[in-house]
């Protein structure tokens, strides 16, 4: 064999990179689907979790629509009841909740605006 032929070590890091990647994506998407799956349990969506004392969510969450904002926080409320009695949500209501990442877009664009004003 000659030298030429032989793959270099650049071959092996991007082969390595490939596999660690796929494996990396298979993780994430199980525990994104867990995760999913207790949030659901409880009646919540993701973007419930955020905590509120970061300005950039609580101005996303003052730019939610009443209604939104009113589920929101009956959502919380429903969750803590669960908790409290040791029970879930239906199972019948767990597809019903919509997207998980609904407040995500205005705290991004709420971060944004916070960072051009400081730049100013």
């Known amino acids: 064999e000659k030298l030429e032929d032989v793959p270099g070590p650049w071959l ?4 390595m990179a490939g596999v660690i990647k ?3 994506n298979v993780c994430k998407e199980a525990y994104c ?8 349990k409880y ?20 730019r ?3 209604r939104e904002r ?3 926080q009956m959502r919380l409320k429903r969750a803590l009841d669960c908790e409290l009695k040791h029970s ?12 998980h990442r609904y407040l995500t ?5 709420a971060r944004k605006e916070r960072l051009e004003k400081s730049y100013l």
């Not at 689907?33 to 659901?40: A, E, K, M, T, W």
């Not at 879930?88 to 997207?99: A, F, N, S």
């Open 70 to 72: 009113a589920l929101r």
């Open 64 to 66: 939610l629509p009443p």
């Open 105 to 109: 877009p205005l705290i991004e664009k």
């Open 33 to 40: 689907g867990q995760l999913v799956r207790q949030l659901n």
């Open 88 to 99: 879930y949500v239906p199972e019948q209501l767990w597809d019903k909740q919509g997207d």
């Open 22 to 24: 796929r494996i990396y």
């Open 43 to 62: 009646g919540l969506r993701y973007d419930d979790l955020l905590i509120e004392t970061d300005p950039d969510v609580m101005t996303a969450i003052s």
């Open 12 to 15: 092996w890091k991007a082969t």
